[in-house]
């Protein structure tokens, strides 16, 4: 935290109760942006493994349950797969939106926060 | 310079275990009730912030491990969900399974009505396939419950570092603060 030049700005209960409300928004934005990451990704591996199973022309295929591969026919993994994609598309659609709301609600707490304490507080990533 | 009288902290009470960090809405007044003169006072806030740190990694870590214990649950009721849905169709099924690293073997499972759950400490316990989705289950609610009740634990101590962080910072400006008055009195009086 920067050190100010001296000054003795008045700080109240309140002004804490938003730095540290800000600190606990920053920390829930790199916590969504790593899970918007891995959930990004297992996007495109879902849609990687549709890709091949349409080029496959196996009927039985072996789909990963647990720790072992299972032979499943070709049409339930296909079904599987759909279902896979359609959940972790809604919960990359909820992540967005839940990063959407942090990064409003910091923009806002910036703004106050600023506007108090001017030059005595850092509220940029390093 | 000093404000209305107010009150010199909000106590906060400690959260299993975690002290709370008292807030400081003067400085000057922190100071005079502690007794403490601006170093000593430094120096302990610096400790409460650096005790604050070693338990926030004990949490950390407890919290990666529940975060990975709980995938490896779902992947288990996933097994047995498998298995049950198999039930009733009189097929066998069919797995490949890993022997050693890059080398698989081809399991066929028949029709059955159990399971056998690892339970760690080297035991293992056969169970009927409602029985060990209803234990898998009962496991992964408690992980779960265990993960809300450690991120609000961090939540609460996150706060507690900020505020003392914060209350560093405006003990250390106080000093420099006084220091400069001090100075701006000292010199006209040499005239």
């Known amino acids: ?126 | 310079m000093a404000s209305s009288s107010s009150a010199s902290g909000t106590v906060v009470t400690e959260r299993r275990g975690i002290p709370g960090a008292q807030f400081v809405a003067d400085v000057q007044t922190y100071l005079t009730q502690s007794g403490l003169d601006v170093n000593s006072a430094l120096a302990f806030l610096q400790e409460r912030l650096q005790q604050y740190k070693l338990v926030e990694m004990k949490l950390l870590a407890q919290q990666r491990d529940l975060q990975a214990k709980i995938p490896d649950i779902e992947k288990c009721l996933d097994v047995v969900g498998t298995l049950q849905a198999k039930k009733g169709t009189g097929e066998a099924l069919l797995t490949d399974f890993e022997v050693s690293e890059g080398i698989y073997s081809r399991a066929r499972i028949e029709e059955t009505d159990s399971v056998c759950l690892w339970l760690g400490a080297n035991v293992m316990l056969e169970y009927s396939l409602e029985e060990a989705t209803a234990l898998l289950q009962k496991n992964l609610e408690n992980a779960r419950a265990s993960l809300e009740v450690l991120i609000t634990d961090l939540e609460f101590l996150r706060d507690q570092v900020t505020v003392t962080q914060v209350t560093i910072a405006r003990v250390y400006n106080w000093d420099v603060h006084q220091r400069r008055i001090q100075q701006a009195v000292a010199t006209p009086t040499q005239e």
């Open chain 1, 1 to 126: 935290m920067q050190q100010g030049g001296g000054s003795e700005t008045e700080v109240t209960w309140e002004d804490q109760q938003n730095i540290n409300k800000f600190g606990r928004l920053n920390n829930r934005f790199h916590e969504l942006e790593d899970e918007i990451k891995i959930a990004k990704e297992t996007t495109d591996n879902l849609e990687d493994a549709s890709n091949e199973l349409i080029l496959t022309d196996e009927d039985v295929v072996r789909f990963q349950i647990g720790e072992v591969f299972a032979h499943v026919p070709k049409d339930e993994v296909e079904n599987r797969i759909e279902n896979m994609k359609e959940v972790t598309s809604q919960k990359l659609e909820k992540l967005e939106e839940e990063k959407q709301s942090v990064v409003a609600q910091m923009a806002e707490l910036k703004k106050i926060l600023y506007g108090k304490f001017k030059d005595s507080i850092n509220l940029e990533e390093d």
